[in-house]
């Protein structure tokens, strides 16, 4: 069978003898068509009038610029290949959607095919990606990241020591061993391994997994010659072993570009060159571009098909002339008559069986839970500028609030006052420090997640569940050490249950106001946008509390946000806490004709607070924050889906 299909696409040509051995040599290393196993057989990708579009915004109106122009190619398993171009070329945007890893930004027409199926959500499995920018948490270690990532990729029946040598080896092969214990570090003073080591390391991280497909955005730039040469010694014997690589590289040495079995070069978007790297010095020449003895061939194909500023025209000519040419050259044909064999097979034959990852078992999403919340559980306690300072602002203003209150004697009429401002500066200090920390610190890994959510390694539930989980034991130990110092220097009820009351109130107004942050940071883009809405929503909190405004005087649509507010239903029920079943307040010094509060229910009446809404306003609290945590859930998982 098939026989007689190479034979219909090869047809009668002048070039069918060269076209033929091309074939022969890619069926020597064909796979069977009656199973599809790339992972076992290898992957050969090819793609058919593949055109990319850029969506760009614009004032509402949605203009489309055209990044990639109506290309076609093939790269067969086992090969490592570089795709080079100028910059802006397309490369990365090509190599994004190939790895389906693009942006949602990007429009893309054409076909796709792996073994001559389409390019699907499966790609996550099937491909490792080492992106242009690296993305790590700082504060951990190599060896605990390695030893995260094994965890989060590898199969669960590996033993721990099974991925503790896997990840020797390759930090070893990698030259990271020196490192194993080194925080990874940021981009600031915090920088602890260097650019080239973090290259390193993120390509350590994609081929953990072994993967049949590796895609490499520029892994050998920030590396040393030695260190780049090594690196693509690594990915030339992984390719010598089936793994099809393609890579974008930028001024390769000679010794380097010397290993790559297969060149794609690109300019405007459109194909200069695919095929043997050999034999790209040979088409430029056919085209009278001799390459200078004294450049490297890299060098000098990307000068002729680069646009320097005030030669733009020029350029243009010189690049749609070469990319011309090479449509119409015997190279394209050979590529061609590639792509249109993949394309027939996927059609003509169908596979019986489908077998992606047949023998792989992937981890439980608990233990992904459990180790994602270990990370980040991590990140929050090595990261001093997050947990120390924080619990030292906090320790700070109980103070300052303990020694303005200092003394306060409930059961007078100033005694009132003083504890219900009290009331509110415990409400407002455990309402906003979390809400706007959270708005900022939570979205601090949302890049990370979504590059690793595109990879297939956890689902949007998982993260969100780990952050929150991560972030608890803080949101309850930073209430309690606030509240044990504030509430013992100032005046407020000296019995252990109104104690304890108080601080279960104080740590559900810390969480609900936490989620409401995670809700507002999940909603918008950025930090600013989040809180140019966050601010008016302050305002409704406030004047819904009840201490500025008699609730019973709200009028329209405050009347319906005030259920809403935690503000109010915390106010109300730590001021519950304080005055229920108080009886002796007195009316001393205070002016003749002023009204004056002589018992707790008093307070709570001027107020509008009722003394049997304790309950009722702690499960609010409660709801309120399971709606919040459920609501930016929903916006996380819509931005998700528009990354
Ligand atoms: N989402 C996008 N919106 C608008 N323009 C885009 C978008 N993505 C890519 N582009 C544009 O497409 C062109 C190609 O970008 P790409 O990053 O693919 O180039 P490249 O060849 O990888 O460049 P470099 O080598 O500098 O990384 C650039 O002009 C870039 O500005």
């Given at each position: 069978m098939e026989e007689t299909q190479l034979d219909v696409l090869n047809g009668d040509s002048d070039i069918e003898s060269e076209m033929q051995a091309s074939i022969d040599s890619f069926r020597e290393r064909s796979r069977s068509y009656s199973r599809w196993s790339p992972v076992d057989e290898g992957v050969t990708l090819a793609w058919n009038n593949l055109t990319i579009y850029a969506k760009i915004k614009k004032r509402g109106i949605t203009n489309y610029k055209r990044i990639i122009n109506d290309m076609s190619g093939a790269v067969k398993a086992g090969s490592l290949v570089a795709l080079m171009g100028a910059s802006g070329a397309g490369k990365s945007t090509l190599m994004s959607v190939l790895g389906y890893r693009n942006s949602a930004k990007l429009v893309v027409e054409g076909d796709m095919i792996i073994n001559g199926r389409k390019i699907d959500d499966y790609m996550k499995y099937l491909s490792g990606y080492m992106h242009q920018e690296d993305m790590f948490i700082p504060y951990l270690t190599v060896l605990e990241h390695m030893t995260i990532m094994a965890n989060l990729k590898l199969d669960r029946r590996l033993t721990r020591d099974d991925k503790r040598q896997k990840i020797l080896n390759i930090l070893t092969e990698l030259g990271l061993l020196k490192c194993l214990h080194s925080k990874i570090g940021g981009t600031d003073q915090n920088k602890a391994l260097s650019g080239g080591e973090k290259k390193r390391l993120a390509f350590a991280t994609e081929i953990l997994i072994d993967p049949p497909l590796l895609f490499c955005d520029e892994p050998t730039t920030g590396l040393d010659s030695y260190s780049a040469q090594k690196l693509v010694g690594i990915m030339s014997k992984m390719a010598s072993e089936r793994t099809t690589i393609v890579c974008t590289i930028h001024q390769p040495s000679m010794d380097i570009f010397s290993m790559f079995t297969q060149l794609i070069l690109i300019a405007d978007g459109r194909t200069a060159y695919i095929g043997a790297t050999s034999k790209a010095i040979e088409f430029f020449q056919n085209l009278g571009y001799t390459c200078p003895s004294t450049y490297s061939p890299a060098d000098y194909f990307i000068k002729i098909l680069a646009s320097p500023p005030g030669q733009e025209d020029s350029s243009r000519q010189t690049i749609k002339r070469i990319c011309d040419q090479y449509a119409v050259s015997d190279y394209a044909k050979e590529i061609d008559v590639v792509v249109q064999y993949e394309f027939h097979m996927g059609r003509a034959v169908v596979p019986r069986r489908f077998e992606l990852r047949s023998n792989f078992k992937e981890i439980h999403w608990h233990s992904k839970l459990y180790w994602l919340v270990y990370r980040w559980t991590l990140e929050v306690m090595r990261n001093p500028t997050i947990e120390l300072t924080r619990v030292l602002q906090r320790v700070g203003t109980a103070i300052l609030i303990g020694f303005c209150y200092f003394g306060t004697n409930p059961y007078t009429q100033n005694g009132v006052q003083s504890v219900q401002g009290v009331i509110f500066m415990l409400v407002t200090e455990n309402t906003f420090h979390p809400m706007y920390s959270v708005l900022s610190e939570?979205?601090?890994?949302?890049?990370?997640?979504?590059?690793?959510?595109?990879?297939?390694?956890?689902?949007?539930?998982?993260?969100?569940?780990?952050?929150?989980?991560?972030?608890?034991?803080?949101?309850?130990?930073?209430?309690?050490?606030?509240?044990?110092?504030?509430?013992?220097?100032?005046?407020?009820?000296?019995?252990?249950?109104?104690?304890?009351?108080?601080?279960?109130?104080?740590?559900?107004?810390?969480?609900?106001?936490?989620?409401?942050?995670?809700?507002?940071?999940?909603?918008?883009?950025?930090?600013?946008?989040?809180?140019?809405?966050?601010?008016?929503?302050?305002?409704?909190?406030?004047?819904?509390?009840?201490?500025?405004?008699?609730?019973?005087?709200?009028?329209?649509?405050?009347?319906?946000?005030?259920?809403?507010?935690?503000?109010?239903?915390?106010?109300?029920?730590?001021?519950?806490?304080?005055?229920?079943?108080?009886?002796?307040?007195?009316?001393?010094?205070?002016?003749q004709g002023l009204p004056c509060l002589k018992d707790g229910t008093e307070v709570l009446e001027k107020y509008n607070f009722t003394q049997d809404n304790l309950a009722r306003d702690m499960i609010n609290m409660i709801f309120l924050m399971i709606a919040f945590y459920l609501l930016g859930y929903l916006f996380l998982c819509y931005r998700t889906k528009r990354k």
């Open positions: 939570f979205p601090e890994n949302t890049p990370i997640f979504i590059r690793e959510y595109k990879s297939g390694l956890y689902h949007p539930a998982t993260y969100y569940l780990s952050r929150i989980l991560s972030m608890l034991p803080g949101f309850i130990l930073e209430p309690v050490i606030f509240i044990s110092l504030a509430y013992w220097l100032t005046g407020l009820q000296r019995t252990f249950d109104a104690f304890a009351l108080t601080t279960t109130v104080i740590i559900l107004t810390m969480n609900v106001a936490s989620a409401c942050g995670i809700m507002f940071s999940n909603a918008f883009e950025s930090v600013p946008t989040a809180l140019a809405y966050l601010v008016p929503f302050d305002y409704i909190l406030m004047i819904t509390s009840g201490i500025f405004i008699k609730l019973s005087t709200l009028t329209n649509v405050f009347d319906y946000l005030k259920y809403l507010s935690w503000f109010m239903y915390s106010t109300e029920s730590l001021s519950i806490v304080q005055w229920k079943g108080i009886t002796n307040i007195t009316c001393e010094n205070q002016q």
